[in-house]
DNA sequence: GCAAAAGTCGATTTTCATTCGAATTCAGCT
DNA sequence: AGCTGAATTCGAATGAAAATCGACTTTTGC
């Protein structure tokens, strides 16, 4: 990354043509695949423009600076995987039941694109950077429904009403960031989608009151 | 960082006058604060040699490149951490107690380096570069020890048998970590160290036996 | 069918990590 | 003290990659 937090270009194209839809989105793509094979540092914008069959410059064109290009790739994937979410969870009644679904949910969708849950979750969601960017708000929304739920858990009894909803909430994305973490690094375990249930079955004892 | 894994440079200096030493630990400190400060894509080899009070070109008389000096900073201070567990580990009998120890020592190091937390928790532990570097050789000993108390406790009984130690681990160490940058991006909670204790509370829940 | 807006991209500039090597300082020896 | 080679320092290149520019082409709205 050349320059800090400098300065704007001259102007990012306003895209209302359909081949530079098309464009914007090959380079996204692109994007996705290359950061999340190489690592941002060692990506090089001229592999993501040969990838996308456009010329480097054309990048500039739709995204301010190779930062700002590696912040939209979630940007996209999140939307999609909440439209899945809320279209689904909405029909859940115990809040265990949306637990596990959000999981599952989120786990298969980075088995399935491996390649965005490398830029996401080894690149983007610790990083220092985040704090200052648009990322950071649909990071702090996806926790947020985790803090939701376990209030509301709580306030129908499901839960151990003693908790901090907080600590709950910390508690299970980390353990989902790091065993995604473990599966993207060194491939286990070998199922990621499938091992959301027994991790859950521990987890959950967490959250519920002693009996 | 400009060259790939490019070859080596002509050579190290061998550090053997004191006021080298100096100048060698004056270029570690700073970067740890750059980094920590910037992240490593914006951090400058400039900026770190400026707070460091050398020429830029001095740096790589000790560090080979900017990726070799990032995973300097971890070593020094893992080893102290780990020399001050080793020596308080070993008197304790129960394995909850030594886990509430590593947790304790770990988050304690952490609030009182922050900049080394930012580097360690935020920029080295989860990047898919690391798996080449001898700084993945850290990291997994470090899990390993919570995996080998897992198995331990198992063995003896402390624990449920039936548990999978290793995602007894992840769950153990993602917690941690999240909870890590979770203070070091929110600064919450206020206090990290003694967020260690209700935290193990919780978290023991999911490797004891239920009754 | 025409002006303005949108979009494209090769050439150029800028930024930065990294290298080089001549000049300087130090340590051990006599 | 003076000598010699090794250790160290650092300003001046080098080269790779990011980012910019602006002339040119295409599309859109009228």
Same mark, same amino acid.
């Given at each position: 990354m050349t320059s800090p937090a400098r300065a704007r270009r001259h102007r990012l194209l306003p895209v209302t043509q359909s081949r530079s839809r098309e464009r914007r989105r090959a380079i996204l793509l692109a994007a996705t695949r290359v950061f999340g094979e190489?690592?941002?540092t060692r990506a090089r914008m001229a592999d993501?423009?040969?990838l996308a069959s456009v010329p480097t410059s054309s990048i500039y064109d739709y995204f301010g600076s190779k930062e700002a290009l590696l912040y939209e790739v979630p940007r996209a994937n999140f939307e999609e995987l909440y439209a899945e979410a809320d279209a689904r969870l909405a029909g859940l009644d115990s809040c265990e039941a949306?637990?596990?679904?959000?999981? @599952?949910l989120t786990l298969g969708y980075v088995s399935r694109n491996p390649a965005w849950g490398r830029v996401f979750f080894l690149e983007i969601w610790p990083s $220092?950077?985040? @704090?200052?960017?648009?990322?950071?708000? =649909?990071i702090d929304a996806y926790a947020l429904r985790f803090v939701t739920l376990f209030k509301e858990g709580m306030r129908r009894g499901e839960f151990d009403a003693d908790a901090d909803p907080y600590l709950l909430a910390d508690i299970f994305?980390? =353990?989902?960031?790091q065993v995604v =973490?473990?599966?993207?690094?060194?491939?286990? $375990?070998?199922d990621l989608a499938g091992a959301g249930g $027994?991790?859950?079955?521990?987890?959950?004892?967490?959250?519920? =009151?002693?009996?």
């Open positions: 190489q690592g941002v993501i423009a040969r949306q637990l596990r679904l959000l999981y @599952a $220092p950077l985040v @704090a200052e960017t648009a990322v950071r708000e =649909a994305l980390g =353990a989902m960031c =973490a473990t599966w993207l690094l060194y491939g286990r $375990p070998r $027994p991790m859950l079955d521990r987890l959950l004892r967490t959250a519920q =009151a002693r009996q």
